[in-house]
């Protein structure tokens, strides 16, 4: 399976500022990498779908102005919140080929 | 991707076989049955899948019913370690699909 993985871990940030979690697949080179965000005791919720060298693709009601993504090449994903909230303090997961998922790395904002 | 249905959650006591069911009767015939678990403050870990025949591996094993309408993940001899959430998920194998990930069931090993 692929290896992924994400920086940082953990991220405290104050509110207005834009904070950059990076993802990465170590042993595998994936044109597709997904986000996912996920809130206490719920479930993960699909972002957006990260496409290497074109634009990536939002879920409804996600904005795409908001949550900057990234995929320059095939080992890297970016996902950038611009603007931070305190709601958007989350745990924010990606994944590549569909099934291998980072460790997550836990936003809060002030 | 088809829906499943799982039970909110369970418990088992350590030592002991947790059975974790999993209702999907809607899925396809080219659609795998996968298993992955999410233990707190970390990403989701496979564990298993299968298509028709039972599944075996050194986490667990995976029955999936003839009509294959419904699965059950077998932890043989659970333990604490094992407290987590359980999503069962159906999808097609080997597509770079994304995974839509449903409540899952959260077990909880009780010493």
């Known amino acids: 399976g692929a290896v992924v993985s994400q920086h940082p871990s953990w991220v405290i940030c104050k509110s207005g500022t834009s904070v950059k979690i990076e993802c990465r697949s170590l042993?595998?080179?994936?044109?597709?990498m997904f986000w996912y965000r996920q809130f206490p005791k719920q479930s993960l919720m699909l972002m957006a779908t990260?496409?290497?060298?074109?634009?990536?693709?939002?879920e409804q009601g996600v904005e795409k102005d908001k949550f900057l993504i990234n995929h320059a090449s095939l080992t890297l994903s970016t996902l950038t919140v611009t603007s931070a909230h305190p709601e958007d303090s989350s745990f924010y997961i990606c994944?590549?080929?569909?099934?291998?998922f980072g460790p997550g790395t836990r936003l809060t904002v002030l | 991707d088809a829906k499943t249905t799982q039970p909110t959650s369970m418990d088992c006591a350590e030592g002991r076989a947790a059975n974790l069911p999993c209702n999907h009767s809607?899925?396809?015939?080219?659609?795998?049955v996968y298993w992955y678990r999410q233990i707190h403050s970390q990403g989701p870990q496979y564990i298993i899948h299968?298509?028709?025949n039972n599944e075996t591996n050194e986490m667990a094993s995976l029955i999936i019913t003839e009509d294959r309408k419904s699965s059950t993940l077998i932890l043989p001899h659970a333990t604490l370690r094992d407290t987590a959430v359980y999503y069962c998920?159906?999808?097609?194998?080997?597509?770079?699909?994304?995974?839509?990930f449903g409540k899952g069931t959260r077990l909880h090993i009780l010493p």
């Open positions: 299968g298509l028709k």
């Open positions: 990260s496409n290497e060298g074109s634009k990536a693709t939002y």
């Open positions: 994944s590549v080929r569909g099934g291998f």
């Open positions: 042993d595998f080179q994936a044109t597709t």
């Open positions: 998920i159906v999808r097609v194998a080997g597509r770079d699909d994304k995974i839509i």
């Open positions: 809607t899925i396809s015939g080219n659609e795998y």
